[in-house]
């Protein structure tokens, strides 16, 4: 009996990864779509031509370009934040020996069952007194670190065997340099599924920018959004433009880490 060239489970998920793949690609067609396709029914799922109306109207009646470089900058000083401090930090929980180490870690890793919701008076008002409501600083900085990329950096770092470390530090190597050198380019895998997660969550966050920030001009791709549907129900051709605007970014971010996330996956005790 010959052997399948791939794994018999790939006849089980390509269907399911189907499922999950055409509301993405219907979103991209009618994106494409004129308003009279969109709405005739039944509905038609390819477009019998390809219409730039609603990319044209996104583009020309809306700040879609602003609030894009908005994300873009917000989002790429929370990635580059949280590698920088959730490493540093799990390394020292993971490696350092201190009074208190336990409860520290505990402590911080708690802070992830408080509700988000409890925590916008009080951030709203610090902010508030240190002059950056209404201003980016005031969508990225809830996201320079993380309980999460602490919690999932120091199990990495378990992971990794001790006397590599050893062995650089009884060559002379500080705890710093050996830090750098050695453990972070380990901990690529890691550093990637980290970055992944803060991309998502930093580029989707709806909620506390549209509480911290007013300005049309200081809004992210989100909240501008979200506030361009809330007027025109009916221009389905720029809402969906609007989306893939939104989505396209994301998905070709995680196309570029999924097999580091992967790896990670195994590797920290995360995998379910």
């Known amino acids: 009996m010959r052997k399948l060239p791939f794994s018999p489970w790939h006849l089980l998920l390509m269907p399911l990864a189907l499922l999950f793949v055409l509301p993405l690609v219907q979103m991209v067609l009618t994106s494409f779509m004129s308003n009279a396709e969109i709405n005739q029914f039944p509905p038609k799922l390819i477009p019998s031509s390809l219409h730039l109306s609603g990319w044209r109207a996104l583009l020309a009646e809306t700040s879609a370009p602003r609030w894009l470089l908005n994300s873009i900058i917000v989002s790429a000083v929370s990635v580059t934040a949280h590698l920088a401090l959730c490493s540093t930090a799990g390394y020292g929980f993971a490696r ?3 009074a208190g180490r336990g409860v520290a870690f505990l402590a911080v890793v708690a802070t ?8 916008m008076i009080p951030t709203y008002l610090m902010f508030a007194r240190i002059g950056i409501i209404d201003t980016l600083a005031a969508a990225f900085v809830p996201w320079l670190a993380s309980a999460f990329g602490i919690f999932l950096m120091r199990q990495f770092f378990l992971s990794l065997p001790a006397e590599l470390e050893e062995a650089a530090l009884i060559d002379g190597c ?3 340099r050996t830090f750098r050198s050695i453990v972070l380019p380990l901990a690529r895998p890691a550093l990637a599924t980290l970055a992944v997660f803060t991309l998502l969550s930093s580029w989707n966050d709806l909620l506390w920018p549209l509480i911290a920030i007013s300005d049309d001009s200081r809004f992210t791709l989100q909240v501008g959004l979200a506030g361009f549907q809330g007027t025109r129900h009916t221009e389905w051709s720029q809402l969906m433009a609007g989306n893939v605007l939104a989505t396209m970014p994301l998905i070709l971010a995680f196309l570029l880490a999924q097999r580091r996330f992967v790896a990670t996956m195994s590797l920290t005790g995360l995998k379910g």
């Open 112 to 119: 992830v069952m408080i509700p988000i919701q409890l925590l």
């Open 174 to 176: 500080g705890r710093w």
């Open 96 to 98: 350092l020996r201190f």
